[in-house]
């Protein structure tokens, strides 16, 4: 189980946490709890949650991976425009390695493919970045096979960051083939509020094992794919244990008649 850092911001994502101090109990729990991925982006708060990643865990312990993102800008609470354009790109990365306090980011990921940039300007970017060493590895976000097929072109995708829960199944296309190909899935939104018969069918399962709804969510993605690698978000330090309890959690065969595993 893995740690999404952002909703340790303000409401709509917007400025800084209502409680610092938990915010900041929050990452140096997740140490605790044994995580050592967690996920970020420039544009969570914006800038807040990477501030607090540094300020609660620099100098980051040996095995910690801290994954970040770049490619949307922020207007307001909830709103998230893309600009994948090299100028706000350098920016975004610039800005990621002075806040996180490192000359090198483990993961950037690519927050979306900016339908008004060629794909050659972020991609290009992304390669040299990478070849310049101030970025380790390389992941994307809410992408096609065939745009992963695009950017292998100019550089390895380690991880795919997909909308992905029980109830919202549109990227099973991807989600094999990245178990196919040796790429970490990420899925982001873990519990679908929309989806009534998918919601039904999660709390069924969570009243027979006595968890919550969200734990049951946690497991039924772990149980569905071995290149899955989930990260639920908290601002509180007692839900994030919960999550992680989660991880504990065997779906028997007749949960997983209520809740079929992707085919």
Excluded at 186 to 214: C, E, M, Q, S
Aim: aromatic share 8%; proline share 6%; hydrophobic share 40%.
């Amino acid at each position: 189980m893995a740690y999404g850092a952002m909703r340790i911001t303000g409401n709509g994502i917007w400025g800084p946490p209502s409680d610092h101090d938990e915010a900041i109990r929050v990452l140096k729990r997740c140490l605790d709890l044994g995580i050592n991925f967690i996920d970020t982006a420039d544009s969570y708060g914006p800038y807040v949650s990477e501030e607090l990643i540094a300020e609660a865990l620099h100098p980051y312990p040996d095995g910690l991976v801290i994954a970040t993102k770049g490619g949307l800008l922020r207007t307001g609470p909830n709103q998230w425009p893309v600009d994948g354009s090299r100028k706000h790109l350098q920016e975004a990365l610039n800005g990621s390695l002075k806040r996180l306090k490192v000359e090198q980011i483990d993961l950037y990921q690519l927050h979306r493919f900016d339908p008004k940039v060629p794909s050659d300007e972020f991609l290009g970017f992304l390669q040299e970045a990478q070849q310049q060493g101030k970025i380790k590895h390389i992941g994307l976000s809410e992408v096609s096979i065939e745009q992963i097929e695009e950017a292998k072109k100019y550089f390895e995708v380690v991880s795919v960051q997909n909308m992905y829960n029980f109830g919202e199944q549109r990227w099973n296309d991807v989600l094999k083939y990245s178990e196919q190909n040796n790429i970490a899935f990420i899925p982001w939104f873990p519990l679908n509020a929309g989806n009534v018969a998918a919601n039904n069918a999660i709390k069924k399962v969570a009243a027979r094992h006595g968890a919550t709804d969200y734990q049951i969510a946690l497991a039924w993605l772990l149980a569905a794919s071995p290149a899955m690698l989930p990260i639920a978000g908290t601002s509180s330090v007692n839900h994030l244990d919960e999550n992680v309890q989660a991880a504990a959690i065997k779906l028997t065969d007749e949960d997983l008649k209520d809740m079929p595993l992707p085919k």
